[in-house]
Each structure stands twice: as structure tokens, then as C-alpha cells.
Nanobody, 123 residues
Framework: VQLIESGGGLVQAGGSLRLSCAAS????????MGWFRQAPGKEREFVAT????????YYADSVKGRSTISRDNVENAVYLQMNSLKPEDTALYYC?????????????????WGQGTQVTVSS
């Protein structure tokens, strides 16, 4: 089972990025999916989550209004569109899947993790 993130990169403040997470090895169409991020020297923090059918989403205050999480259960993928990026958004971004929880927001509620994709926002 793998979650593979892509789409990270270097972008100027105010720019946009679309992160993708492709799942393989099993279907995650019945799992809540989420995005976390970890900046150097900081704890991994919740960014956004989406329920199994895409009917509900939830965001950290730090990205609310600037980011949109979405999913494609046919493609077994989840996405994070990030706009109006700020230097403080610089971090390694992880995709994760939860086996049990409907709308998980803590790290402990997720069972599967990707390796991360780096987002760097320059000022």
C-alpha cells in the first residue's frame, strides 16, 4: 500500500500549487483522506481532511479560505489546491488515509502515510 505525493515545488509568495496524492495497492474510496505538513523544527500539523465521499471537508485555520481539498475515488487520488501561498506555508506536505475516522484531524487518527512533497514559498 502506497501513498505518493507530487506537485510540490518552489513558488513565490502569492502563488499557487496543486498537490496530488496517488494511492496504490488498495482502494481508499471508503477512507477519509487528509493532508498534513511539517516545517523544519516543528511538529507535523493538520492541514485539511475530506470524508470518503467528498461530502465534507475541514481545514486548519492557517489555510482556511486559501486551500481546497478534493478527491477522485475513481482515480484513487486526493488533491490539495493551495492559493495565496505565504512563506509560512513552507513545509513538507504529507498525504494520509484513515481507516476508521469519518473526519480525522489528528495525526493519531491516520493509518497510512506518504513520504511527502516539499513546498517552498519564497518572499
Amino acid at each position: 500500500v502506497q501513498l505518493i505525493e507530487s506537485g510540490g515545488g518552489l513558488v513565490q509568495a502569492g502563488g499557487s500549487l496543486r498537490l496530488s496524492c496517488a494511492a496504490s495497492g488498495r482502494s481508499f474510496s471508503r477512507n477519509a483522506m487528509g493532508w498534513f505538513r511539517q516545517a523544519p523544527g516543528k511538529e507535523r500539523e493538520f492541514v485539511a481532511t475530506i470524508t470518503w465521499n467528498g461530502g465534507s471537508t475541514y481545514y486548519a485555520d492557517s489555510v482556511k479560505g486559501r486551500s481546497t481539498i478534493s478527491r477522485d475515488n475513481v482515480e484513487n487520488a486526493v488533491y490539495l489546491q493551495m492559493n495565496s501561498l505565504k512563506p509560512e506555508d513552507t513545509a513538507l506536505y504529507y498525504c494520509a488515509a484513515s481507516s476508521i475516522y469519518l473526519r480525522p484531524t489528528s495525526r493519531a487518527e491516520y493509518d497510512y502515510w506518504g513520504q511527502g512533497t516539499q513546498v517552498t514559498v519564497s518572499s
